[in-house]
């Protein structure tokens, strides 16, 4: 298969090499001139600006995928919604057979610990949320498949938040917060693997949460962390009031997928022993 990528950040070089490892043809586009993973070829282009993009015309890719994060100067408007409307505005739709954009949890508005799954109506309570759904809806009018892969918090070796956070009491949650989680192998490895499910026909739909399933408070995940490194731990807070929410992943476990961290222990034990 012949696979356009715009974007090759953290998450997207490990997209990449994800991709190229399952022998696909790989088209990176990216705005800065650091070189892509070895295999892929480069063009090298910002896709906010509109001007640059014709040269997208001459490709001929069977699966696009949208997966660029905003930088510094560019507004999410300007990244999510109006780099994609220009990307659409430009690709060779005619040998397209599916269309995949990185979309976010945080299109789900809940916020009392309540549970969301695939079927949840996706009701933003945020600017980003609006952008980010905005952005989803540009896919409704294609000709081909497209899916909008709602991924949860990303963590990994080098997306270390809640570890710089268990360092810092003063920021020690105060009350129960619900979070959800994903390690980037595993986002990565989602990827290519629809991009197989696209390649064995299946019909996919046009939207699916991407996690891993195990939601834990925040204190709780700091609490094990702490054990894991000897540190003194966060207190319990009270029970109440909750906050954030409890996402369950069933389609992507329906998909026969299976996730290498399956929770965040497993993936925190992985980047403990990786730092020492």
């Known amino acids: 298969m012949r696979v356009l990528q715009i974007g090759c950040g953290g998450l997207g070089s490990l997209i990449a090499q994800a991709t190229l490892a399952q022998g696909h043809a790989l088209t990176i586009v990216r705005r800065s001139q650091q070189p892509v993973p070895a295999g892929a070829q480069a063009l090298y282009l910002d896709v906010v600006a509109q001007a640059q993009l014709p040269a997208l015309s001459s490709l001929q890719p069977d699966i696009l995928l949208y997966c660029l994060a905003p930088v510094t100067g560019q507004t999410y408007q300007q990244t999510y919604v109006d780099g994609l409307r ?4 430009n690709v060779a739709m005619a ?26 109506p996706a009701v933003p309570a945020d600017e980003g949320g609006h952008i980010m759904l905005a952005a989803e809806q540009l896919l409704a009018a294609l000709p081909c498949g497209h899916t909008a892969l709602r991924v949860s918090g990303i963590y990994g070796p080098q997306r270390l938040y809640l570890l710089r956070l268990l360092q810092n009491s003063e920021r020690w949650p105060t009350q ?14 989602a990827v290519v693997h629809f991009y197989q499910q696209v390649i064995d026909g299946a019909v996919l739909p046009e939207h699916c949460i991407v996690t891993d399933g195990v939601p834990a408070t925040q204190h709780e995940v700091l609490q094990w962390l702490a054990t894991q490194q000897q540190v003194p731990a966060p207190p319990t807070p009270p029970l109440q009031p909750q906050s954030g929410k409890r996402i369950r992943n069933q389609y992507l476990q329906q998909t026969g997928f ?13 980047i403990l022993s990786s730092l020492q």
């Open 86 to 89: 220009h990307v659409l505005a």
């Open 258 to 270: 299976k996730l290498q961290f399956t929770d965040y222990q497993a993936g925190y034990a992985s």
């Open 95 to 120: 040998s397209l057979k599916h269309v995949f954009f990185i979309s976010s949890t945080g299109i789900y508005g809940e916020n009392q610990g309540e549970w969301i799954n695939d079927d949840t």
């Open 176 to 189: 129960v917060h619900w979070t959800n989680r994903v390690h980037e192998q595993d986002v990565a490895a």
